[in-house]
């Protein structure tokens, strides 16, 4: 078995998967620099010190993301979607339907019982659906945005949140605190508007269970939870690897395959 | 879309709600206000409704009643037909088709559902139409595309060349669930021989389209009965008119609201008559007396909206409105443009208003097909906005008329044939000496902008510009 | 040859436009595939469709549309405002939609702040939406007013022999434009899409009998080539672009765009005008027949077997639906278009975009990679 390395280089966070033998043998994530190279280097390199190896080590490289055309290292590219619909049927083998959420896009992909393709969407342009939006938001409240999902479990009234666009929704939130609203149920008024601009687009390819979500913002469980009383369907849960690291992950998958170490 | 509202006919649930508001006052004082605490989300519309007496009751009592009409509509053997609030219903009723007005089911969706009708919002954008269309469909349109409301025969529209979003919406609305589509298409031009040929020739090509999909003639006696309603009707509104522009204003805030939905719902039809009937009692009772509409009984300023209201958050603008002593003098909605409305008196506009001939037989199609020409909306804004008879000329000939403070324009951000001139109108306005406010909410959608920060800017525009 | 063709589709004031201004000659520009360009060639005045090509940034667009509206009109207020339309006599708007339709009031306003910027010939074109006897009328008085407003304003004539020139050479065009779409079709076909549609667009931008030849020679040295293979086949649907770099980013994905459905595009050519008969009730028909735009209500079922044959004509592997923002006539069609074509296993790509210049590259490229990326994928399945 030789080792395998993926790289997604996103807008705000760059990641990086070294697998050996159909494992994950170290993985990184670092926030993305100003140049693609850069970012690339450093979350390899991050992730190489992790496994104790060098990039000699590794056989096949695939890369995806925003900057994976810049990647120096990589003998192959990947888009993203690709990568995180081959990345969900590895966190969860039978899934169908693949919802990710991250920095500044979301995407909703479907699968058929091969885990092929067979449709995707991602939202268009505005940052309202994405995870900067969870961000902004959090910012704005003064919390860390892994806290929203924990503050929103407290919740008992949640606000109705702007939703068109995030910088009218911060306008909103600042109003519902200076009106002495509960920290916590803006929190869950947030997570709920995101859950539901995401249902638009996972309404719009299908939902079919069972349903994954990767990338960063599916560690927020007030985002999942508001998500599964949408969809009405329950959201598997990713135990075996961090959700955000989803991209890199498929990549690295890819590049198995393409090693002809898979099937 | 969640599972729990594909469970009941979303219209049944809508007839289910106004029905019992419409027999809440039936028992004592003490039995109200318990029921109230049962309606949490209803509420805030049933008491700013009731409140206003008999003209609130009789229009809960008529709102029940053309759901009741709606949701039994098949089984009374009549047709249905998705139709929008700028298209006269009277040809409707008189050809026993039940007209169901996509925006009148958005605002009573928002009315009374906990999420207003943003689950249907977003479930047009799962099968594919714009998250950008116009709410004032997009909120009922939805349940219709989730097959959760009353069968549908026909869709029907006359918004070609005046709002593409509307008229869009019922295109999408007849392909998607393949039915029979037909369009009344507004040349650019209001009046004029030209005009007034097309839009009688396109109405025969309606006429022509109801009878083919519901097998049956066009009775004119019904229809001139219809329009003879209309005709009474119409000298009604120009007498509650007349009435808002006494200072004080003797009409209480939601009457323009009143005056509009009940059109909407019932033109050429008894029950309209009824709504209008009560609202003149209380009018004319306090015109006599020199009352103000206001509920503390104090007219601070009056206001004039040039486009739509703000149908969100249980009527709280209304509210707000009164609360603070601002007048309503209507908007675009309310308007009747029959030729003996005050305003076309006022400034001669007669070429621009319809005449009902109901002694001729022979002139009913024209005198039908001039009538919904000259519906809201249809009248005023085609063509460019500052050509005659169009939205600019309406809007201050009116804001003068009826004395108004200022001008506010709230709408959609959905509505394309506004936004793309509004700034312009709102420089003109400016000009003319009316301080005026644009609206950035969504009248059918509060997650487009809250209710708390609609209402600080609002209150901030009549602070900035001493208004209050 | 293709060089003509590339300076014409990527700049507005172009040489012909120069050669023609420096003639002394007249430029009538207008906003919609609506417009007869025969009427104006007749008389002596160059047709030019207007674009939002090459804008930089939308601050005086934006100081008089609202928010909510499309980038396109905005971005030709924008041109307008910084004199960039300066050649032109005179201006047709059309309601094509609500947008455009609007690009008439802002303009004017915006003369008044920005003045000399309005030409002085501006006409509103009132086009029904629907196709019928008593909308032909009024399309046919509403081109004789066109006709009475051109001949009083520039003291010229519409001569009814003339007109029947114009009309015979604009059929010649449509003709070797099929000739063009059937090369584009083929199984290797001789040009790219980005190539194509810059063949298309230069011909609103300049003189027809120039234009002619070109496409001409252009169709001879195509037709000597070896043509290009092995690509994805796509098809382009939706809003108007006049912007070859929408499909550059397309084809860089290693697909080639072998048809489309664009207002500038090949809804421009198809069908011809009857030589017979009166003439302006002819060019009246037949502009008015054109039934592919959306703003042609309750005709859906029409448009989506224009696609369908296309689609199956051009063998193309997938169909990208794309729309700018707020334009919801596209944008919902698109939506039925999706759902449509996919039941027969044609795969489809919706996409929302601002028009303009081309920010959002990056994004455009990662979904077209992944379809490109579905449809090599299930290639494979079948193989």
Known sequence: MRIVAGCDVGSLTSKAVIMSDGKIIASSIIKSKARPWESAESVMNEALQKAQISMNNIAFCVGTGYGREKIPFVNEISSEIACHAKAARWLIPNARTVIDIGGQDCKAIKLDEKGNMVKFITNDKCASGTGRFLEVMAKVLGVGVDQLGELSSKSKNPITCATACTVWAQADVIQHINDGVPIEDIAAGINTAMAARMSVLAGNIGVEREVCMTGGVAKNEGVVQALEKILGVKIRRIRNADPQIAGALGAALIAKEKLGEDK | MRKELKEYKFDWMLLSCFSAASKLQNGTEKEYQQMLRYIPYFRGVVETVLSTGKPGQRFIEICAKYLDNLVNAKERGYHTAITTFCFSPIIFYAMDIMPICLEVMSVMLTFTYKRGSSDFLDFCNEVGFTETS??????????????????????????????DTNANAFAFAASYLNKPFFQLDMPPDLTGNRSDEYHREDYKAL??????????????????????????????????????????????????????????????????????????????????????????????????????????QSLKFWQMLDEYGICYQGNILSRSWASNAPHVKEYGTYEAAYTLHTDDLDKLIGDIALLNSRMPMIKSIRGPYDAPHMWLQDTLSLAKMYKADFIVYNGTPGCRNTWGMVKLLARDTEKAGFPTYIMYADAFDERVQSWETTRDRFLEFLTVRRLI | MMDAFLHAATSLENDYVKKWKSAGKKIIGYTCSYVPDEILHSVGILPYRIRGYGVGDTAIGDTYFGPFICSLPRCMLQLAGERKFAFLDGIIITPGCDSMRRLDECWRKANDDIQGILPKFHFHYGVPHKYADYTIKWFYDETVRFVNAVESHFNVRVDEEKLRNSIRLYNESRKMLEEFEALRCAEKPPFSGTEALAVIISGCAMPREEYNALLKNFLEES??????????????????????????????SGALVVADNLCFGARLYEDLVEEQGDPVFNLAKRYLAHNECPRRYGDYKKRLAILREKAHRARVDGVILQNIRFCDLHGAENGLFERDLEKEGIPCMRIEREYGPLVEKGRLKMRVDAFVERIRQKRREIA
């Open chain 3, 223 to 252: 037709k000597a080539l070896q043509g290009i293979k092995n690509r994805i086949r796509l098809m382009l649907v939706g809003s108007a672009n006049d912007d070859i770099e929408l499909v550059r980013v397309i084809e860089e």
């Open chain 2, 134 to 163: 116009c709410s004032s469909q997009r909120g009922s349109l939805g349940a219709y595309l989730a097959g959760i409301g009353t069968d549908i025969d026909m869709i029907v529209t006359d918004t070609p060349g005046v709002c």
């Open chain 2, 207 to 312: 006429i022509a389209f109801l009878e083919e999909h519901t097998g049956k003639k066009l009775d004119l006696d019904r229809l001139r009965e219809t329009l003879q309603e209309a005709e009474k009707q119409d000298a009604m509104i120009a007498e509650l008119e007349e009435l808002a522009r006494l200072v004080p204003n003797p009409l209480p805030v939601t009457y323009n609201f009143f005056v509009y939905a009940s059109r909407f719902l019932f033109a050429g039809m008894p029950e309209c008559t009824r709504v209008l009937e009560a609202m003149l009692e209380v009018g004319r009772k306090n015109a006599a007396e020199g009352k103000s509409g206001i509920s503390n009984g104090k007219e601070k300023v009056r206001s004039f909206f040039c486009y739509i209201d703000h149908y969100v």
